[in-house]
T-cell receptor, first 114, second 112 residues
């Protein structure tokens, strides 16, 4: 299993540009998440999905959009990039029914908006 | 989810046991204690979780006090590769369809 994969690893955007961060998992997990991590801080949840076709906002959703058309893929779309979106973005997945869950994280995408 | 308190940083000598404390005095009965770590520039990695009983796996041991208001993560024989930020997270069982709440964690530095 490749686990959780993210592309690209690095990206520099100009203010106002758009891009899509890709995330895929091959573990047949039902839950998927997008987090961002600013320097020296913990992770903050942007969006999450409990299954294909179902998404919901997390703590910091403004400026982002997501879709989940398949179990495997959960792309994050940035429209009209702003310097405040400079951050490291992590995608994660988990299989959850009841009880505890273990989240698996991707390697991250480092985004700079200038 | 209950809030957690961790020291911002700790040092430990290589080969010794690293004991990382976490306070979660407002924990509810159905909330698990999770530990994750993040090695520099990498995604977080799950370590261990527990509800009431002490737990051990190939990476670490988790000791939860009887009143569940605090816990300790133990790395039995720390190596340089264990240098990372360690996050203690409290989260309800199966619940809340949202993500994990990461604080600032403890920066553990393993000294050679």
């Amino acid at each position: 299993n490749a686990g959780v994969t993210q592309t690209p690893k690095f990206r520099i955007l100009k203010i106002g540009q758009s891009m899509t961060l890709q995330c895929a998992q091959d573990m047949n997990h039902n839950y998927m998440y997008w987090y961002r991590q600013d320097p020296g801080m913990g992770l903050k949840l942007i969006y999450y999905s409990v299954g294909a076709g179902i998404t919901d906002k997390g703590e910091v959703p403004n400026g982002y959009n997501v879709s989940r058309s398949t179990t495997e893929d959960f792309p994050l779309r940035l429209e009209l990039a702003a310097p405040s979106q400079t951050s490291v973005y992590f995608c994660a997945s988990s299989y959850r029914l009841l009880g505890a869950e273990e989240q698996y994280f991707g390697p991250g995408t480092r985004l700079t908006v200038t | 989810d209950a809030k957690t308190t961790q020291p911002p940083s700790m040092d430990c000598a290589e080969g010794r046991a690293a004991n990382l404390p976490c306070n979660h005095s407002t924990i509810s009965g159905n909330e698990y204690v999770y530990w994750y770590r993040q090695i520099h520039s990498q995604g977080p990695q799950y370590i261990i979780h527990g509800l009431k009983n002490n737990e051990t796996n190939e990476m670490a041991s988790l000791i939860i006090t009887e009143d569940r208001k605090s816990s300790t993560l133990i790395l039995p024989h720390a190596t340089l590769r264990d240098t990372a930020v360690y996050y203690c997270i409290v989260r309800a069982s199966g619940g809340g369809a949202d993500g994990l709440t990461f604080g600032k964690g403890t920066h553990l530095i393993i000294q050679p």
